[in-house]
């Protein structure tokens, strides 16, 4: 068990939910408002994707993760930044002729996932460390070995940790091959993505397979989507974990009780602390994950 919990807010993704809850944030202000409002709750992480104010549509756009995080950081609350980096992998297939790529294909290079990261500099940005079917039809997640190795040596060079999105064990036996080849700075971080279709499940048997897998000397988090989101924080702690919650993987409380960023993030503030462990500071988890220290960014 892991008894000095991080605790990861991820507030709004790229799934399809702004129309399914008012509580989903769009805008560059309502983005960061929820992620300020979740590490005063408890927070020492948040993750951040952006999306077109217009549309809800999820988004590469660097001015929009410039306007968020400029607005978090003059805020004066202390948080650790997470940003996306897996955006630009989505490509949709068409049934007929599968060589041709339809609406909803967003397929850029490794390097053209990344200009916000080298702009801002977050303290973490993640890297989807491989390819899956990306639930029903036609829809894959691209991000191939070649593709990998080159993300992993920019982001190296940029001093930002990267957090090792890790959907199904092959992709976790790569990341470790990339820890080996010395892509990763010690100490590494993998996030374990549980019950994505078509990833790993969210059965407690397979995370104790994947926590078996991981590096020596490896921090890790672990999350759930759905209603099963609040439940993995206990069992994400005690398989030795950190823990995620947010918008982005479940819009609920409970049972027919639309959440918010805040109010989970407080949720999952008591469940660490009921199982008698401490949820870590912001500066705690920078100690613990190994990150740099940043002035005048």
């Known amino acids: 068990m892991n008894r000095d919990v991080i605790i990861t807010c991820a507030v709004t993704g790229a799934g399809d939910t702004v129309g399914r809850s008012p509580h989903v944030p769009v805008t560059p202000a309502a983005i960061a408002a929820d992620a300020i409002a979740a590490a005063r709750a408890g927070a020492a992480?948040?993750?951040?994707?952006?999306?077109?104010?217009?549309?809800?549509?999820?988004?590469?756009?660097?001015?929009?993760?410039?306007?968020?995080?400029?607005?978090?950081?003059?805020?004066?609350?202390?948080?650790?930044l997470n940003l996306t980096a897996g955006m630009g992998g989505d490509l949709v297939l068409d049934a007929e002729d599968p060589l041709k790529p339809v609406d909803g294909t967003d397929l850029v290079n490794a390097l053209e996932?990344?200009?916000?990261?080298?702009?801002?500099?977050?303290?973490?940005?993640?890297?989807?460390?491989?390819s899956l079917n990306f639930g029903e039809g036609n829809q894959l997640y691209v991000s191939t070995p070649d593709m990998l190795r080159t993300g992993a040596k920019r982001v190296q060079e940029l001093g930002v940790k990267p957090e090792l999105e890790i959907f199904d064990t092959g992709q976790l036996w790569f990341a470790t091959v990339l820890v080996e080849e010395g892509l990763i700075d010690a100490p590494s971080l993998f996030q374990l993505c549980m019950g994505?279709?078509?990833?790993?499940?969210?059965?407690?048997?397979?995370?104790?397979?994947?926590?078996n897998l991981l590096p020596e000397g490896a921090n890790f988090a672990s999350f759930a989507i759905g209603r099963d989101q609040l439940p993995w924080v206990a069992q994400s702690v005690l398989?030795?974990?950190?823990?995620?919650?947010?918008?982005?993987?479940?819009?609920?409380?409970?049972?027919?009780?639309?959440?918010?960023?805040?109010?989970?993030?407080?949720?999952?503030?008591?469940?660490?602390?009921?199982?008698?462990?401490?949820?870590?500071?912001?500066?705690?988890?920078?100690?613990?994950?190994?990150?740099?220290?940043?002035?005048?960014?």
């Open 196 to 211: 994505i279709p078509y990833g790993a499940p969210a059965d407690p048997g397979v995370l104790a397979a994947e926590v």
């Open 239 to 297: 398989a030795g974990g950190h823990a995620r919650v947010g918008l982005e993987d479940n819009l609920y409380l409970s049972r027919g009780v639309k959440a918010t960023n805040e109010q989970l993030t407080e949720r999952a503030v008591e469940i660490v602390q009921n199982l008698g462990a401490s949820v870590a500071t912001p500066d705690r988890a920078r100690a613990i994950l190994g990150l740099k220290e940043r002035t005048g960014v």
């Open 45 to 80: 992480v948040v993750h951040i994707h952006v999306r077109d104010p217009e549309t809800g549509s999820p988004s590469r756009a660097v001015e929009l993760y410039r306007e968020t995080v400029t607005r978090i950081r003059d805020s004066g609350v202390d948080v650790v």
């Open 113 to 130: 996932r990344l200009p916000h990261v080298e702009e801002l500099l977050p303290d973490i940005c993640t890297l989807d460390c491989g």
